[in-house]
């Protein structure tokens, strides 16, 4: 059965909770057992084992320092939601950003594609705005 979008809100808002606080116990527990996670730009791609998703968020937890997020919008579909925010905080680790040894208080859009099953996050899609990242963090795009 279809979540409701305030249901589908309920679940995000806890993961992002979660999120916020650098709780990895409740952000694996908030993702269905199979879960699919990517973040874009991200150099591992797609991950579906939860030991190395777990250790992606313990990664970002260290790279990252979120101060706040503001909801943009939100669109909902039988079983999925897309979520577009702008995120503020600081980067301590900029190579998860391609921004190798740079860090600094940066501003970005953040869209996530979220499905769902069994009342879980089955697949947690988000691309970050990487040209401001690195605009803000002096960071050259060239590769």
């Known amino acids: 059965m279809a979540l409701s979008p305030a249901e589908m809100d309920r679940v995000i808002d806890e993961h992002f909770g979660y ?6 116990d409740g952000v694996m527990a908030s993702l269905a057992p199979d879960a699919e996670h990517e ?6 791609g797609a991950l579906r084992d939860p030991a190395r998703i777990r250790a992606y968020y313990q990664r970002l937890f260290g790279a ?5 997020v503001t909801s943009i919008r939100r669109l909902y579909g039988d079983d999925f939601m897309v979520d577009e925010t702008l995120w503020h905080g600081r980067i301590e680790d900029g190579s998860i950003f391609l921004c190798d040894g740079r860090s600094g208080p940066v501003s970005f859009r953040l869209l996530h594609v979220f499905e769902f099953a069994e009342g879980k996050i ?4 988000a691309w970050c705005d990487l040209a401001a990242i690195q605009r803000q963090l002096g960071a050259s795009s060239e590769r």
């Open 19 to 24: 999120e916020a606080s650098d709780d990895v």
């Open 39 to 44: 973040v874009v730009p991200s150099p591992v």
């Open 64 to 68: 990252v320092k979120g101060e706040s």
């Open 122 to 125: 089955a697949r947690e899609a």
